[in-house]
Structure formats: structure tokens, C-alpha cells
């Protein structure tokens, strides 16, 4: 930078941790008690810019609208549309423009949004900031600040650029959203060890965009804009590529095979035509009408119907979907890489385990709901009849200054009342409210027989709070709470059976080990203690906090959610791999995976620190085994999503904090929280979990994979209905017979056949067995699993059997064309229409209840009936070249019809069985 004398590049933020607060003002060129003056502060800001997040190089909404028309289907689409309009088919023409443009909107709509990412990122930035310049404090905006600028901090601040602290009076950061970690991180001014920390352990640093919810502090700032951590994070997400989906790749592939096949196949039915003497201009007509009825134009159409009522059924399930094809992509993840805090967690603060009268206590309940029980194995514990407990949780309660509120709400038929409660302060603090009103003893009611009268604030050298207060009767207590083993150092008693009894050095010993007990659990413990008191208030907390009496411990953790355990172990059945990935300490991590069952015998733990030393190599090999990620910043996240890709898994990213939106958008699939989410990590995601429920990830996982499956069905439909048009086709210029269908009867064959019933497919329900498999290849052709087979046998059978069908009313009356055309017409009709429900199970017809789907019912009945239509309407015969079919005729075309899908399926019978089997991961 323009200061930097010869000290080399200082752009790095551990730079700044390992010197003392001199060297750091010394460095920038700044007196803390001056500050800068206003023509140093300009120059500065002329040379490094203003403190904002630059947005990469924008595409115009103009351009993002062109780039819709790029893709290869939709190249397709508009041909098919120049060749139904050279046939005069506007209705198809018109039928296919829309289709071009509403997923061209759609596309358009998804794209824009998404870059919106660091819009939502900016405004994290704080709009002003108290500075000092020219010796005098002053509020300037904080796009306006430079490296060297000396900048205050209060309570419920938002930090306005990374800081070096130089002073701090009792500070408490809420670091969440940059780190990860779940509780405020107290911030002091000494410097730290030299070498690479990580960032949650910098408290002597504060970062742009974090806030400020206890005390005050003085900075210097050390980096601005794009140099902070949050700009690091901004570069991150601009130059993280979005990946395609499977969908997408799988939908490209078959556009290109689609179109080469059927141009291919439709020039050799034309020339083949016109060698045996047909027409040419007719073989034209005919050729042009197979070529659009086998490019399927309603797929991204039916293909978009499905995904969108897919959302609507996620929605349901509380997983709001924004991006459509990307539904489909969590049906074939592998790999789950999901935050703690406030996904795997509560994100609530909660006291589980209390020690106190010489006996270990759990406390029942989540969150901040004040409903639980005390108990020590199978016995109940009563507070109102435990002195020492009691104790202990009026210490907790009164020795407090967070709010513990109700909101009450209606919901049911009934109106059932119900309360939703929240905690106004310190999550710690609040967690201790909870514990007390579990325990009868509500701050409310303790203000009606205690008064607080003086209070000693926590700050982080004496790591305790104290409280004198005063009782109804007279009675004067000092109550503290603070770190066990700073706490015990001032104690001369312990509380024991409600009496202070001398606290031994066995006694002690004792108090030690179960604190470690506690921590081995990854508790956050603190201790309790009070002193009667006589006479007027205490002046100084150095005489009041002495000769205290020991009440006991209280250990609290941000919990697990309940039903994540049930969710873990299904993705487990269904073969996809949980990872915890949290900026949070890696004893606390390793905890909550072990009592979710994510970390088992065998897996790998890390931190940051031993994944900066991992070279590349070494990196993804460990990436298969690591099942937990301590202490880890935006960067390794990113870093790690790769590795997984890089071994050929397909990632799911779930987060809540800007740290996780990097990841999140290069993520396969990145899942972010409704509730609990940042604006930047919603802005970067695929899907958003309305209740921040990582179980709701598992509902989104199956419906997914249902979605997947209805999509390779209507191909299947779609498909092997055309090959079986186009084999009509070929097969009967091959033999020299006059044409079975004119081009008006195969257009009408592809309207009547691939609309109704190939949605009906798209919302089939799912089979039973959806979440006993493991996820399907990413990379597999969309004709794997037996449905390329699927295609060619029921293709090459329904073509045959309508040729059969012709042949035989045109060998009986020669003469009457018409008739034998309107017999394959209807026969390849209701082939297709019973060929419908074979495609509803990956193994035969035989499997599935036909009626399992009455809209797939419906569908083939709306079908049948316009195909009736244009046979026996006397007004529509001429155009459709028809004819009333007689009862004798009837049956030879449901027999023809009916033989392709009931042959096939006595095959598929004798084969062995070819279920979903794909490569677990």
C-alpha cells in the first residue's frame, strides 16, 4: 500500500494480529489521540478508494434476456417452429414460440436474481461511522474511510471496515455470519502468537459488516472495500462459477441426439419414399411432419410443468425452490456439506447440564421454550425443595441482564393458543432465564422479593459479573457468576445441602474435575457463588468478589435439532453422506456430530489450520474420510466443495451466514436458511429451507428424486411413441407399401399422444423404494438404466405392430387406402396411450396399480376421445383422411395395440430385474 515503506505487501489481515496496538498505529502513520486530519484522510482515499464492495463486470438485463436464445434446445425449437409454419401447422408454430419464451422469462428471471448476490452483500456495510479527524470526533459516511482512520464502537454498531483494536471496554462482536460461531466473541486489544489464526480466534480484530452487542471499543482500521474479508468473500462469489445442473447436461445431450436422429432417419424415409415411386412432393410433406413429431417440442415444456409442480409440492414441505431445474440435482447428490449453527443446531443457547449439592443434573427442554424437568438419573428434582439448587438458579436469574419474552399465537381449527419465545440480550444470559423459569423461578417473580441495587458488569480480564441485591426481609447478598475456575479462585465455602461448608482441596479437586466433565461434552460452563452481605453497598468489585461461597456449575450448548438425527440417518440409508463443515471450535463440532451421528468409527476431523497445510493432492484424497470441519474460513469452505466435485461427487451446501455463500454458489445444489439466512446467502442459493430444518433437506431429496424419475418417464414416453412413428414410416417405404399415415394424422398422432398423458407422467407418484437407493451417477446418460432398451424395444414393438395392422386391412380391401390408414392411425394412437403405463415403473406394466394415477387415467381417456374425434365428427374426416371403424376393425386394433406393451413386459418378465442401481458414492 502507499504507507508501506519497504514492508512488503500488508493486504493479508493476520498481519496486523501479531503486533501490539503501537506498532499498528506506527505502521499506518496515525497519533490514536488525533486521528488523521482531513487532507492526509483525502489523499488516502484517492490512492485506495472508497470503503465499498465493487460488483464485478454487470450483464445488462437486454443481454441476459438474448442469452436465453443460445441454448441448443431452444435452437431446436425455433427450426421446429420455421417447419410447422412452412406447413401451414400456425397452431403448432404459435404452440412452440410460447414454449421458446416462457422458458426463455424463466431463465431470464432465475440469472437475474442471482446476481443480486453482492447487492445483498452492500448492504451489510455500515451506512455511517464515528471517527476521529483532526482530534475531534465526528460521524462521516463510512464509504468515506481509510486504512489509519480511528473509529469508535458501542452497542448494536455495525463494524464499518476491518479493525485493528486499540481499546476495549468490555466488547462483545456477534461474528455469526462471517465465522459461523454461535455465540458473541469477546474482543480484547493483546496481540497474538505470530503464524496463520484463524478467523474466529483474531479478538483483537473486528470485521466489516459484523455488529457490536456489548460495550465499546476503539480501531484503527487496517482494510477497507474489497481488501476486508467480507470484500474477499464478494471476489469470492463473483468469480465462482454457477455449476450446470445434471438436468441441464442430460436435456443438452438428448437435443443433440434428438435432432441428428430424426433429421437422419426422416432423409432416409423421404429418399427411400421417393425410389419406390411415391411422390416427391408428398414424401416432402411426410418427411417434414415425422421430423416434427420426433423432435418432442413439448419436452422442455412438460419438462418445466413438472419441475414447477415439483416446487409447489416442495413448498408444502417448507423448501422453497429458486432456480427450477436444480430441483432434480438434489435426487443425485452424494455429498451434503452442512453448516452447524442454526441448521444442524437450534442456534438458541440452552443449559442441559447442571452440578451442584455434589450431584450431576440434566435439564430437559430445547430452545428458549421454559418447559423442562431436573433430574439425576430417573429421579425428578424439585428446586422450590433444593436449597442449593435453588440457590443456583436465583444467581442465574437475578445475576442477569437478558429478557426472556413470550409471544403468544392462534393457530388450528380451535384457535389453540401457543407461545413463541425469544430472548432479548446475551444468548448466554438468556439460556440461564430459560433454566430458572424451567425451574419456577421467573425473573418477574424473583423482582417481587429481591431488589438489584448495584451491579458489577462482566468484563473479559475478571471474566465475572456481579450483583448486589436486596432482599424483602433485609437480608444483603452479593450474587456473581463468572468462569469456573477464575470464579473458585475466590471462594473460601461451597454450598452444600443448603449450608456453606469450608471448601477443601478435596472438595475443590472435586468442583475441577466435574468442569472438565462438562467441557469434554463441549458445554460452555459457567460457576455461581454469592456472600451474604452486611452493611452499605460494596464500592469495588477487587473487595466485593472475595470470600465468596461456591454454588455449583451450569454447562449450556447450542443444541442439536431434534429431528435432524432421523434426517441423518435416512441420508444414510439412501446413500448420501452428511459433513459438517462450521467456523465453531472443533470440540464443540465433534460433539454435536457424534450425538448426531454424523461423525462414526473411522472418520476424519480437521480444523482450518490443517487444511491450509494440506497441498491440493493430499487435500481431496483426505476429503473422502473427513466427516467434520472445525474453525474453517469462506475460503476453505469454497475449497472444500471443489475437492468433493473433484472426486465425482455431486454437492449439497447448506449455510446461513455471508461466509457460506461463496460455497453455496459453487455448490451443485446450495441450500440456505428462510429464517435464520443472511439476504447474501438466500441471493447465492438453489433452494431455501423455510424453517431452517436440515430433516426438510431429506423431503427435498426424495421429491428430487421423484421428480427425476417422472422426467426419464415422459421421455421414455415420448421417445420410444416416436420411434415407433418413425418405424411405421421406414419400415413401409423399405417394403414399398403405400404410406400408413398422411402428414395431418402423424401431427395430429403427436398433439393427441405427447400432452395430456406426458404430464400426467410428470406428477406420478413416487415409488416406494425412492429412498432406499443410493443417488444415481450425475454423469450417467439420461438413457441409462434401462431406458434406452426401454425405448428401442417398446419403439421398434409399437412400430411393427401398427405396420402389422395396416398390412393387414390394406392387404383385405387394396382399395380402400383411407381405411387402412385410419386402422394405424388408431392403432399407433392407443399403443402409445397403453404403452403410458408401462413407462410408470422401472421395471414392467405388471408392477405398479394402473390406477394409482387417475390423472394419468384421465389423461389417456381425454386422448382416446379427441382421437375419436376426428373419426366419427363427419366434419373433420376430410381433413384428417378418417373413417368410422366397425366393431371386427375395433378389435383388430386393440389387439395390435395392446401386444407391444404386453410382449414386452413378458420379456422384461424372464429378464432379470432392472432396478434404479447406481453408483453410491
Known sequence: MFWDKGGGNVSEGS???????????????????????????????????????????????????????????????????????????????????????????????QEFRAEKSLTALKELSAPMARVKRGGAWTRIQASMLVPGDIVSLESGDRVPADLRLIQTGNLYIEESALTGESVPVSKNIAKLPAGDIPLGDRKNMAYLGTMAVRGTGVGVVVHTGMETEMGKIAHLIQTTETMETPLQRRLEQLGKILIVVALALTAVVVLTGIIHGHDAYKMFLAGVSLAVAAIPEGLPAIVTIALALGVQRMIKRRAIVRKLPSVETLGCASVICSDKTGTLTQNKMTVTHLWCDGRSLELSGSGYDPTGEFRQGEEKILPQRNASLKRL?????????????????????????????????????????????????????????????????????????????????????????????????????????????????????????????????????LGFAYREWSGSAPEREQTA??????????????????????????????????????????????????????????????????????????????????????????????RIVKALQEEGHVVAMTGDGVNDAPAIKAADIGIAMGVTGTDVSKEASSLVLADDNFATIVSAIEEGRSIYDNIRKFISYLLASNVGEILVMFLAMLAGMPLPLVPI??????????????????????????????????????????????????????????????????????????????????????????YVFDCRSTQTIFHRNPLSNLLLVLAVISSAALMLGVMYYPPLQPIFHTVALSFREWALVIVAAALPTLAAGGIDLLRPARRLVTRSH
Open 15 to 109: 498481519r496486523y494480529v501479531d503486533w501490539d496496538a503501537e506498532q499498528v498505529t506506527r505502521y499506518l502513520k496515525v497519533d490514536p489521540a488525533e486521528g488523521l486530519d482531513d487532507a492526509e484522510a483525502q489523499h488516502r482515499l484517492e490512492k485506495v478508494g472508497p470503503n465499498q464492495l465493487v460488483e464485478g463486470q454487470k450483464i445488462s438485463p437486454v443481454t441476459l434476456l438474448l442469452n436465453q436464445f443460445k441454448d441448443f434446445m431452444v435452437l431446436v425449437l425455433l427450426a421446429a417452429t420455421l417447419v410447422s409454419g412452412l406447413l401451414g401447422e400456425y397452431t403448432d408454430a404459435i404452440a412452440i414460440i410460447a414454449i421458446v419464451v416462457l422458458n426463455a422469462i424463466l431463465g431470464f428471471v
Open 393 to 525: 438458579l436465583e444467581i442465574a436469574v437475578l445475576c442477569n441482564n437478558a429478557r426472556l419474552i413470550g409471544e403468544s399465537t392462534r393457530e388450528g381449527m380451535l384457535r389453540r393458543k401457543q407461545e413463541s419465545w425469544r430472548v432479548d440480550g446475551d444468548p448466554t444470559e438468556g439460556a440461564l432465564l430459560v433454566a430458572g423459569a424451567k425451574g419456577g423461578l421467573t425473573a418477574e417473580e424473583l423482582s417481587k422479593t429481591w431488589n438489584r441495587r448495584k451491579e458489577f458488569p462482566f468484563d473479559s480480564e475478571r471474566k465475572m459479573m456481579s450483583v448486589w441485591v436486596e432482599g424483602a426481609k433485609g437480608q444483603r447478598f452479593l450474587f456473581t457468576k463468572g468462569a469456573p475456575d477464575v470464579l473458585l479462585g475466590r471462594c473460601t465455602h461451597i454450598l452444600q445441602n443448603g449450608r456453606p461448608v469450608p471448601l477443601t482441596e478435596t472438595i475443590r479437586a472435586k468442583v475441577i474435575q466435574n468442569n472438565e466433565q462438562l467441557a469434554a461434552m463441549a458445554l460452555r460452563n
Open 545 to 638: 468478589e472475595r470470600n465468596l461461597v461456591f454454588v455449583g456449575l451450569a454447562g449450556m450448548i447450542d443444541p442439536p435439532r431434534e429431528e435432524v438425527k432421523e434426517a441423518i440417518r435416512t441420508c444414510r440409508r439412501a446413500g448420501i453422506q452428511t459433513v459438517m463443515i462450521t467456523g465453531d471450535h472443533q470440540t464443540t463440532a465433534v460433539a454435536i456430530a457424534r450425538q448426531l451421528g454424523i461423525l462414526k468409527g473411522g472418520g476424519l476431523t480437521v480444523n482450518g489450520n490443517d487444511i491450509q497445510r494440506m497441498s491440493a493432492t493430499e487435500f481431496q484424497e483426505k476429503a473422502r474420510e473427513i466427516q467434520v470441519y472445525a474453525r474453517v474460513s469462506p475460503e476453505h469452505k469454497l
Open 745 to 834: 394424422q402423424i401431427l395430429w398422432v403427436n398433439l393427441v399422444t405427447d400432452g395430456l398423458p406426458a404430464m400426467a407422467l410428470g406428477v406420478d407418484p413416487a415409488e416406494e423404494d425412492t429412498m432406499d437407493r443410493p443417488p444415481r451417477n450425475s454423469r450417467e446418460n439420461i438413457f441409462a438404466r434401462g431406458v434406452g432398451w426401454k425405448i428401442l424395444t417398446r419403439g421398434l414393438l409399437i412400430g411393427t405392430s401398427t405396420l402389422g395392422a395396416f398390412w393387414i386391412a390394406y392387404s383385405e380391401m387394396p382399395e380402400d387406402l383411407v381405411r387402412s390408414q385410419t386402422i394405424a392411425f388408431a392403432t399407433l394412437v392407443m399403443a402409445q396411450l397403453i
